[in-house]
Every structure is written in structure tokens, then in C-alpha cells.
T-cell receptor
Framework: NAGVTQTPKFQVLKTGQSMTLQCAQD?????MYWYRQDPGMGLRLIYY???????DKGEVPNGYNVSRLNKREFSLRLESAAPSQTSVYFC????????????FGSGTRLTVV | GDSVTQMEGPVTLSEEAFLTINCTYT??????LFWYVQYPGEGLQLLLK?????DKGSNKGFEATYRKETTSFHLEKGSVQVSDSAVYFC?????????????FGKGTLLTVNP
């Protein structure tokens, strides 16, 4: 099915461990985003990539890095996980020509203990 | 900076009741406005949108009108169903170069009882 695929769906990390959250879309979208969702906070932008080859910080980038590997894939890396990074992470994408046509993935639920 | 304020939840209604979820925004220029819905365990889905003042977005019986004079985009439905139980997010998007990032409200949990 066409859409945004995130892996893994669930992950438990120990404080200080590292991991990479994967996101891939097969809709030929240019722009891709990583958001985190916390109770009572809505979704907050971590990083985004307006087009292949570019990445920029969002509201809450500290503790994260991203890689726009190619047009399809946009990964989010936690180098040294902290309990404050316990959250649900969503990847999203859209065509530059259709800025209202966001498609969201189903999320990765990350717990840092 | 841009911000979205939406009514605190949770909201609990009986089936066939009238729903209003208030949303106001702060942004320069002319943002586009959205309502997204998140069903349990799923990602966000676009429910409706409005891209200019006085536009009315509608979908699945839900409606919202872009009111620039009151900077509001309230969500309404005349008769809710149990299947409408979800979290609803108001959001805005404003172009900054080639970036159209969304700014979200905190979300409102709606529970509809039979």
C-alpha cells in the first residue's frame, strides 16, 4: 500500500543507548518531516527536509540527528537516548506542489528507561 | 511565532449530540488551517482544511469555517457517532520558502458513548 512506512513500531531503550528510526515513503514526495507527540503537547516538529539533500531544525531538535538518505527515506537518530525522549514519533511527507497533502506514518512508540 | 490554541479535553458526548471543538490561532500573514483526526493506535489523518478567509472545510459531517476576524477555525458536527471517538488536532501551515511545516494545537480527546 502506498504511504509512509515507519519502523520499528515499538522500541524500548536504556538510557544512553542509540538507535535510528526509519521512515520511507513511496509517493514521490519531496518534503519529509519528523514530529514527536507527547500527552497534552500536541505534535512538535523535530527536523524536516524540504527536499532531497536538505535538512533543517524544527522546534525541538536537541538530542536528535537526521539523514535524508534519498528521496524516499528520512531517518531520525538518537545518539544517546534519555528518558525525556520517551514519546511517539511520527514521520510525514508531502509534495512541494501540494503543501496541504500531508501523509503521516502510523508512528513509532519509543520508551527510554 | 505561530501558535494554535484549542479547547481542552476530554470531551464526552452521547451519540447524536452536537459537537463543537474551539480552535484559535496566532500567525502572521494568511495561514492555511486544518483539522486532523487520530484514531487509537493510528497516525494522523486530514479531516478538513480551509486555505483562505471565509472558506468552509467539510468532510464526513464535520465542518469548520476560517474566520480571519476572530482568528478562529472551530470544528462542528451536528450529530456525533460512537465511531467519531478520537483525538482531534487543529493545525495551521504557513509557507516559509519551500517549507510548509504544520503547527499543531495540543489535541482534544472526544469520547462518544452509545
Amino acid at each position: 500500500n502506498a504511504g509512509v512506512t515507519q519502523t520499528p513500531k515499538f522500541q524500548v531503550l536504556k538510557t544512553g543507548q542509540s538507535m535510528t528510526l526509519q521512515c520511507a515513503q513511496d509517493m514521490n514526495h519531496n518534503s519529509m518531516y519528523w514530529y514527536r507527540q507527547d500527552p497534552g503537547m500536541g505534535l512538535r516538529l523535530i527536523y524536516y527536509s524540504a527536499s532531497e539533500g536538505t535538512t533543517d531544525k524544527g522546534e525541538v531538535p536537541n538530542g536528535y540527528n537526521v539523514s535524508r538518505l534519498n528521496k524516499r527515506e528520512f531517518s531520525l537518530r538518537l545518539e544517546s537516548a534519555a528518558p525525556s525522549q520517551t514519546s511517539v514519533y511520527f514521520c510525514a511527507s508531502h509534495l512541494i506542489e501540494d503543501p496541504y497533502g500531508y501523509t503521516f506514518g502510523s508512528g513509532t512508540r519509543l520508551t527510554v528507561v | 511565532g505561530d501558535s494554535v490554541t484549542q479547547m481542552e479535553g476530554p470531551v464526552t458526548l452521547s451519540e447524536e449530540a452536537f459537537l463543537t471543538i474551539n480552535c484559535t490561532y496566532t500567525a502572521t500573514g494568511y495561514p492555511s488551517l486544518f483539522w486532523y483526526v487520530q484514531y487509537p493506535g493510528e497516525g494522523l489523518q486530514l479531516l478538513l482544511k480551509a486555505t483562505k478567509a471565509d472558506d468552509k472545510g467539510s468532510n464526513k459531517g464535520f465542518e469548520a469555517t476560517y474566520r480571519k476576524e476572530t482568528t478562529s477555525f472551530h470544528l462542528e458536527k451536528g450529530s456525533v457517532q460512537v465511531s467519531d471517538s478520537a483525538v482531534y488536532f487543529c493545525a495551521l501551515s504557513r509557507a516559509r520558502g519551500s517549507n510548509y511545516k504544520l503547527t499543531f494545537g495540543k489535541g482534544t480527546l472526544l469520547t462518544v458513548n452509545p
